[in-house]
Nanobody, 116 residues
């Protein structure tokens, strides 16, 4: 079993910054990719950013240049640094982990609200 524990969400003003963290624990043998998705009210869940085991990253067009994903392999932790936040970034952010065997796991979600 794999557990994902997220932290770092909250309320921030437009233009502000937040840093999300997601720590993975449990029966982790080989992580293929870790990343962040988000879901706003009434919308489908969408990829925000992810990072594969070799270090390559992928970002949604809407966050390129503002968000940065990074990973600490020793700690099985992935981070999402979010700068220049906009009201449209408001959503529940979910951590995602995919093992080499293909198993996928989700965190419980953390709320990010960008509002003045």
């Amino acid at each position: 079993q794999v557990q994902l524990v997220e932290s770092g969400g909250g309320l921030v003003q437009p233009g502000g910054s937040l840093r999300l963290s997601c720590a993975a624990s449990g029966s982790i043998f080989s992580i293929y990719r870790m990343g962040w998705y988000r879901q706003a009210p009434g919308k489908a869940r969408e990829l925000v950013a992810d990072i594969i085991s070799g270090g390559s990253t992928d970002y949604a067009d809407s966050v390129k240049g503002r968000f940065t994903i990074s990973r600490d392999n020793a700690k099985n932790t992935v981070y999402l640094q979010m700068n220049s936040l906009k009201p449209e970034d408001t959503a529940v952010y979910y951590c995602n982990l995919v093992l080499l065997q293909g198993y996928r796991y989700w965190g419980q979600g953390t709320q990010v609200t960008v509002s003045s």
